[in-house]
């Protein structure tokens, strides 16, 4: 009996990445992904790989559908410049200064930064996945627009001299920008993206946290999760000191004042979104975790 449920377990594991593998070449990631408003809680399982590792994807892909597929494999792309973490670093007025990610990050083949170190911190791996993610999907749309000039210089994650571009300067520095980046990027700025409440949250939506502390992270959402002590936590993946550099976490909720879930929605905008300066609303609320 313990091999028939082994066997079919091995049956059910192959079909499932067959199938997540079919969809990409059906083309039928190319919708904004979906949920039924229900939590999803992950089992012990989901996290057996540890915290360094590049299958987000054929992990979590059995939860979702559509755009998240993408951000899920951009993980991966992420993660796989840097095995152990690659270093974690924040200082903007250090010599050489910080690097928001640790490799040369590139969209459709444009470079968006030159980077002065190896390491990252949290929103620059954030938006590594997001950027990694749409460029995946616009190779798997070929009849995409051209990146011009003007939204291509937006997304640098540097000025052109290879100074540091501030906060609120542009795409990068609104989802750079302390408090709700992502928000601030994906929503306000460029309407991209739409905000979730929390229990609506699937693996590859962003995910902005408060911390009780006060101070905040940038992460890539992977699920809810219960361990053995009862201890209700939220699973991610980021850049941060703990994991040193890129990785996954597991951190209780307890630990958060409140979150901004936003999900991909509108990549399509991304050559069209109006790149002058606009007013943005730091102020935007966040949503507790009622769970």
């Not at 990631?29 to 229900?38: F, Y």
């Not at 291509?152 to 001299?161: F, G, I, S, T």
């Not at 990068?172 to 993206?193: C, I, K, P, R, T």
């Not at 630990?255 to 935007?284: A, G, Y």
């Amino acid at each position: 009996m313990k091999k028939m449920n082994l066997l079919l377990a091995i049956v059910v594991l192959t079909l499932l990445l067959f199938s997540c593998s079919k969809k990409n070449q059906a083309g039928a990631w190319l919708h904004p992904t979906s949920d039924d408003g229900t939590r999803l809680i992950l089992k012990k399982t989901d996290l057996s790989a540890g915290v360094y590792h590049t299958r987000h994807f054929k992990i979590f892909c059995k939860y979702v559908n559509g755009y998240n597929l993408f951000i899920l494999q951009g993980v991966d792309r992420v993660q796989s410049t840097a095995p152990d973490g690659g270093g974690y670093f924040i200082g903007k007025d250090s010599v050489p200064t910080e690097s928001p990610i640790g490799y040369t990050l590139k969209l459709l083949g444009r470079p968006l930064l030159s980077p002065p170190r190896t390491t990252s911190y949290c929103s620059g791996s954030s938006y590594g996945a997001f950027i990694e993610g749409l460029d995946l999907l616009f190779k798997a749309e070929k009849n995409h627009p051209k990146l011009d000039s003007l939204h291509y210089e937006a997304l640098r994650m540097q000025e052109v001299n290879g100074g540091r571009r501030e906060d609120h300067v542009k795409f990068w520095g609104e989802w750079n920008a302390d408090g709700f980046g992502d928000h601030f990027a994906l929503v306000q700025y460029s309407g991209m993206g739409e905000a979730i409440e929390p229990i609506r949250a699937r693996p590859g939506d962003f995910m902005n946290i408060s911390w009780k502390s006060g101070v905040g992270h940038s992460v890539v959402f992977l699920g809810w999760y219960i361990d053995e002590q009862g201890t209700k936590n939220v699973v991610y993946w980021s850049s941060q000191r703990g994991t040193n550099g890129y990785g996954d976490a597991v951190v209780p909720i307890d630990r958060i004042k409140e979150v901004m879930v936003v999900r991909l929605t509108h990549p399509e905008r991304l050559f069209t979104f109006n790149v002058q300066s606009k007013k943005i609303d730091t102020s935007v609320k966040g949503f507790q975790i009622n769970w």
